[in-house]
């Protein structure tokens, strides 16, 4: 489902002496659907950075990905609003909304971004924030004041609210309790048992052993080890 | 998705000076298209040029019009470009005072673009100035009142009622939230997305500001000295920019 070849990436820093920085070299990674893979590596290899690529958000050097049959460093920017529309969800660590707009319409927007009636997206936008533990109360508010926890949590659930065939999860467990910590997971399990490929870093390392099938570390990738 | 808009090498010149150079990019139906730079880099310049307020020096502006399928804009006849800008194209001015007529009342603002566009009974054009007023969250009873007696962020909100209310497909927009205050612009950054997803609107949009642009707009060009530096997705140009002068902007945000 997810398939990176030959994945390279720098950061060129034109305004800082034109210094360039080497985060990934011939970076290889294969994901089957129903499969999770955990990212790990200390702080600073580049588990984020290979996320971001893969989502679209950064710009490879060279190497291929393929996403669904789609390679996402040749396609036009409107064939990766696409994939992303129906294929690809990504969770990322903020939260990033619209002020003014109301949680559960946060959360329902990935469904009727892909033409779903309003009535269905706002029930299965309610069925996910009651499973995390959103009080009722606070679906109607915008989620910018909510607690870092809650944040989280509303992130969870966009992420969630269709069932894309592919996963990217930026520390979805961090800053959460025991008991959401614990629907999160279950969450995790439904979409790879639904065959959903996923992709996740995780510092918890209990919840890493539980839903990942396979772990890779990225410092492998790094252009120091790779000369 | 259908090509809406397709532009190539468009080109203005002020005298010696550049407006704009070589400026290409295609939009599609539903897509918005965000428009960065500083003051001076040629933006502005480029959006006065797309909606025909700015004679051209170069370039095709081809528009998939609702007749005849894709022409060329920039050489079409004046009734014919005429026609387009009354029923298929809107712009949306930074100063709402452009784009409104002071003295009609708000009812009577809304309801002009439908008269020009044909409609004569009374009642239905006020129904419907007064349903795009309901959308754009103005209460009914202030229908009858002139915009000057209307806040800044009401009166941008009429301008945009007024623009959409005769179901325009592209929409120009030159800094929309410019000069309002910050609470007023998030209700109407709020307002314009979702009028874009639910009329399926295409928009080309002009700001200095990327936060705006980052909640609003899918792709994402900038332009430096009156050329496009840098284009695509707009999270991507923001948070991974590789010209010098993207990187630049992203840097300077506070």
Known sequence: MIEVKNLSKAFTLHNQGGAMIEVLCNAHLFVAPGECVALVGASGTGKSTLMRIIYGNYLALSGTIRVGGVDVTRVTPREILALRREILGYVSQFLRVVPRVPTIEVVAEPLLALGVNHEVARTRAAMLLENLNIPQTLWNLSPTTFSGGEQQRVNIARGFAHSYPALLLDEPTASLDSRNREVVLRLIEAAKTRGAAVIGIFHDEAARTRVCDRELNVSRFSPQTAL | ?254
């Open chain 2, 1 to 254: 998705m259908t090509l809406l808009l397709s532009v190539q090498g468009l080109t203005k010149r002020y005298g010696a000076r550049i407006g704009c150079t070589n400026v290409s990019f295609d939009l599609y139906r539903g897509e918005v298209m965000g428009v960065v730079g500083e003051s001076g880099s040629g933006k502005s310049t480029l959006l006065n040029c797309l909606a025909g307020y700015l004679s051209t020096d170069g370039g095709t502006v081809l528009f998939d019009t609702r007749a005849e399928g894709l022409k060329d804009m920039l050489t079409m006849s004046e009734p014919e470009r005429r026609q387009l800008a009354r029923t298929d194209c809107a712009f949306v001015h930074q100063h709402a005072r452009d784009g409104l007529r002071m003295g009609v009342s708000a009812g009577g603002n809304v309801g002009e673009r439908l008269m020009a566009g044909g409609a004569r009974h009374y009642g239905q054009i006020r129904a419907s100035a007064i349903d795009w007023l309901g959308r754009v969250e103005i209460d009914e009873n202030r229908v009858n009142d002139r915009p000057t007696t209307y806040s800044g962020g009401m009166q941008q909100r009429l301008q945009i009622a007024r623009n959409l209310v005769n179901g325009p497909r592209l929409i120009f927009m030159d800094e929309p939230t410019g000069g309002l205050d910050v609470s007023v612009q998030a209700r109407l950054l709020d307002l314009l997305r979702k009028l874009v997803r639910d009329l399926h609107l295409s928009a080309v949009v002009v700001t200095h500001d990327l936060s705006v642009i980052r909640l609003l707009s899918d792709r994402l060009m900038v332009m430096k000295s009156g050329e496009v530096v840098e284009a695509g997705l707009t999270d991507q140009v923001l948070d991974d920019p590789q010209h010098p002068h993207t990187q630049l902007l992203v840097s300077s945000v506070l």
